[in-house]
């Protein structure tokens, strides 16, 4: 049984960091390209970065880039989301999924407030 299980989110301050972690059971992640999508009230969910198979490619929404960084731990079954410099506009809950499996998470809530 597919499971992803994310974690990591909270309340942070404008500039602040967070990391997400999401726990893949039920296939491998090395298997497939991983990615973190989110999704504001009121907005369609939307792709926030990839990392593929083989670790040697990501790719970033143009409004992360440089500040976000997708990564994965194989032997840990696990992908991560370090999130740099925080603005109020990246508040949404935040969710992994492997590339062609239509599962997704609970999701973990960011919140990026003074």
């Known amino acids: 049984q597919v499971q992803l299980v994310e974690s990591g989110g909270g309340l942070v301050q404008p500039g602040g960091s967070l990391r997400l972690t999401c726990a893949a059971s039920g296939f491998t992640v090395n298997s497939y390209a991983m990615t973190w999508y989110r999704q504001a009230p009121g907005q369609e969910r939307e792709l926030v970065a990839l990392?593929?198979?083989?670790?040697?490619?990501?790719n970033y929404l143009n409004s992360v880039k440089g500040r976000f960084t997708i990564s994965r731990d194989n032997a840990k079954n696990t992908v991560y989301l370090q999130m740099n410099s925080l603005k109020p506009e990246d508040t949404a809950g935040y969710y992994c999924?492997?590339?062609?499996?239509?599962?997704w998470g609970q999701g973990t809530q960011v919140t990026v407030s003074a």
């Open positions: 990392i593929t198979r083989a670790g040697d490619y990501t």
């Open positions: 999924r492997a590339a062609g499996l239509d599962y």
